[in-house]
């Protein structure tokens, strides 16, 4: 058993806490809802509506749940990045529990403390993404894997439905499960718990293959499960390569100068042999650098689950460094105040202007100018909402489910209904709706479309356009009129 926590050092900790919370909640919504958003968040809505196994087939079971069992408590947006804040405020105590658990609070200190000062951290965990939830759900897993490692707690079920949850939050989580293994490795091996963790491992897996099975026979979905995304014919070295490059722009943007002090603790941990760090170090690895090589296209947001880990490199390095010194931790300390400066300038940017994000391409056209960004839509649905004003019968339609699933983030009054998928089988037939003399509206994200909707001969008439930054494609508001048209051919 661990002693309980010295008070300044629980007093630390809670402080760490409470500025990150206040850091990531500020000033939540200045970011425009994107596309992933408003997927997710529209799943976790159909929760209520009663498809209560459908997000079993989405890759991200448990984020969806999560999302479903806050969704009534505000505006669906705020609601769902403040579920990625409190996701953020577990990572931190996981982490510090998981260093503590090896008998480290301090360096656990130390990381936690570069951790909230991460402006790659910081940016995902403002934002609804089941990567967030999923660095929660590894750092768990670490945490109660280690305490099972060195005294045999938690139980067996506990520790299995631990690992279970890493690849129901996100599938891509199964690289993870090798850290349980790996914190037992780093301990004597006593039969006991060698026979615990196989049990854990044989309950979890067996779950996982259940649950797929299901999933199969429900929704056919086992082939999207367990796919990738590699654009055209793509070979792995290429794939790989392009992972690489990107990996490195992000590390460069998000990470920066400070990412030194996690090579420090890498090399620390090599060179030490210390227990904790090596732990550590395969988290960067099971949590991050795996998706490198595995063939599919890499993102940013995918490397969540090792910052985490990353941190505590960091922590490690920080720590050491304030025990060679004869001046304490002024070194550590002015070093930590280096990482805030870094972040000060990129918090300050998300706060005020996020468009003037220093981004990587990748990740500028996803949440800035691409088809995915919601840049634009806050201002046609509140100039939607001012027509259905005037015209309380009128029908809304999104060009596409990407257009409709991001306008919904924004949408003013759900009881007059939500806007509906232009051609989708469930929604009024838009030639019958403008037949009949009633006044029907239609979204279009200029990226892709052009409104032209398949050639009918409906007229659009364009009512407005709502721009979005750096030269990104408008949104445009068109409203369907019944007069022949058609558009010149090109």
Not at 109 to 129: I, S
Not at 243 to 253: H, I, M, P, T
Request: charged share 15%.
């Amino acid at each position: 058993m661990h002693k309980p926590a010295p008070a300044t050092t629980r007093t630390i900790l809670c402080a760490l806490i409470l500025i990150s919370t206040a850091l990531r909640a500020h000033a939540l919504l200045a970011l425009p809802g994107f596309l992933d958003e408003g997927q997710y968040l529209r799943w976790a809505a159909e929760v209520w509506e009663g498809r209560l196994l459908f997000p079993l087939s989405s890759a991200k079971a448990l984020e969806i749940y999560w999302l479903a069992l806050l969704n009534p408590l505000g505006p669906v947006l705020f609601v769902g990045r403040a579920a990625s804040v409190l996701a953020g405020t577990l990572t931190i105590s996981a982490m510090w529990a998981l260093a503590r658990s090896w008998g480290r609070p301090q360096p656990g200190l130390w990381a936690v403390a570069f951790y909230v000062v991460q402006p790659w951290a910081f940016f995902y965990e403002r934002l609804t993404t089941a990567d967030t939830l999923l660095a929660t759900a590894v750092v768990m897993l670490a945490w109660l894997a280690s305490a099972h490692a060195r005294r045999a707690r938690p139980s067996t079920p506990v520790l299995a439905l631990a690992m279970l949850a890493v690849p129901l939050t996100k599938f891509s989580g199964l690289f993870c499960l090798a850290l349980p293994a790996l914190a037992h490795a780093l301990q004597p091996l006593r039969a006991r718990r060698v026979r615990q963790l196989l049990a854990a491992y044989t309950l979890a897996l067996g779950g996982l293959a259940l649950l797929l099975a299901v999933t199969a026979l429900r929704y056919g979905a086992l082939g999207f499960l367990l796919g990738g995304s590699r654009p055209g014919n793509t070979s792995w070295m290429a794939m790989t390569r392009l992972n690489l490059a990107d990996l490195r722009d992000s590390v460069r943007l998000y990470m920066g100068a400070p990412g030194l002090l996690v090579l420090a603790g890498a090399l620390l941990a090599l060179l030490r042999r210390d227990r904790l760090l090596l732990l550590a170090l395969a988290g960067v690895v099971c949590g991050g650098l795996v998706f490198t090589i595995t063939g599919a296209r890499s993102f940013s947001r995918y490397y969540m689950p090792a910052l985490p880990f990353a941190a505590l490199l960091a922590g490690g390095a920080l720590h050491g460094l304030a025990r060679a010194q004869r001046t304490g931790s002024m070194p550590s300390a002015a070093l930590l105040l280096g990482c805030a400066a870094y972040f000060s300038s990129f918090a300050r940017s998300a706060y005020s202007d996020p468009a003037q994000l220093a981004l990587s391409d990748v990740d500028r056209i996803q949440y800035i100018t691409g088809t995915s960004a919601g840049y634009g839509f806050s201002a046609a649905a509140t100039f939607v909402a001012a027509q259905l004003a005037r015209e309380p019968q009128a029908i809304v339609f999104g060009y596409d489910l990407p257009v409709r699933d991001i306008l919904r983030l924004y949408w003013h009054d759900p009881a007059s209904g939500n806007p509906h998928v232009l051609w989708d089988e469930h929604a009024p037939p838009v030639i019958d709706v403008v037949a009949r003399g009633t006044t029907a509206f239609v979204v279009v994200d200029l990226t892709e479309d052009v409104a032209n909707f398949n050639g009918l001969t409906i007229r659009p008439l364009e009512l407005a356009r709502f721009a979005r930054p750096a030269g990104g494609s408008p949104i445009a508001v068109y409203k369907l009129l019944a007069e022949p048209f058609a558009f010149a051919p090109p």
